[in-house]
């Protein structure tokens, strides 16, 4: 089982609509859970992070967590043209009990958004 | 302005030679991590390092090492020893090692595209 798990997609999503991603994870250790977009050939950025359970807003964007079943998800309203790009999930991963913390990413879903 | 600086940009490797991609960060972070990123895939993590003078073996490690002599620098060293090389690396580092929870928000360096000639 991979640490973590993502849809490779593509996801494609009509301009305007609301835009789904889903993560999920192994370890239930696991306490800071991220999403990043990249566009290709370009590095990663941060578009949301969250460390608790429940939903996290920011702008069109928003993060849910669940760490009873494992499952982080974004979510991204009126989604645009621009929004098309990978989506990567990453989850700090703690694999020595707290002494040291490993950052492991999803493979990443790539989503089009169709004007 | 604080972040992160990988050098060169792009990088061609004849076969068997050893090759070192720069990474330095004027961030502070404790943390700092390389990733292989193959086309259409996601980041596979190579090596970390959370405090100086000590670095774990990612899940991809065989063929690469890595020094982190100083809080800012972590290099990383491709050897011969990795037979299929050619791939975008991504460096990163975040706030806090070691610990549970805490602030672990990566910040990525513009990568490395090597290429074996």
């Known amino acids: 089982q991979k640490e973590v798990e993502q849809n490779s997609g593509p996801l494609s999503v009509p301009e305007g609509a609301i835009a789904s991603l889903n993560c999920t994870y192994s370890?239930?250790?696991?306490?800071?859970f991220f999403w990043y977009r990249q566009y290709s050939g370009k590095s990663p950025e941060l578009i949301m992070f969250?460390?608790?359970?429940g939903d996290k807003e920011d702008g069109r964007f928003t993060a849910q967590l669940n760490k009873a079943s494992q499952y982080v998800s974004l979510l991204i309203r009126d989604s645009q043209p621009s929004d098309s790009a990978t989506y990567l999930c990453a989850v700090t991963l703690s694999p020595y009990g707290g002494a040291t913390n490993k950052l492991i990413f999803g493979t990443g879903t790539l989503l089009a958004v169709q004007p | 302005d604080g972040g992160i600086t990988q050098s060169p940009k792009y990088l061609f490797r004849k076969e068997g030679q050893n090759v070192t991609l720069s990474c330095e960060q004027n961030?502070?972070?404790?943390?700092m991590y390389w990733y292989r990123q193959d086309p259409g895939q996601g980041l596979r993590l190579i090596y970390y390092s959370q405090i100086v003078n000590d670095f774990q073996k990612g899940d991809i490690a065989e063929g690469y090492s890595v020094s982190r002599e100083k809080k800012e620098s972590f290099p990383l060293t491709v050897t011969s020893a990795q037979k299929n090389p050619t791939a975008f690396y991504l460096c990163?580092?975040?706030?806090?090692?070691?610990?549970?929870?805490?602030?672990?928000?990566?910040?990525f360096g513009q990568g490395t595209r090597l290429t074996v000639v």
């Open positions: 990163a580092s975040t706030p806090m090692g070691r610990g549970l929870g805490g602030n672990t928000e990566a910040f």
């Open positions: 370890d239930r250790g696991s306490q800071s």
């Open positions: 969250i460390y608790s359970n």
């Open positions: 961030l502070n972070h404790d943390a």
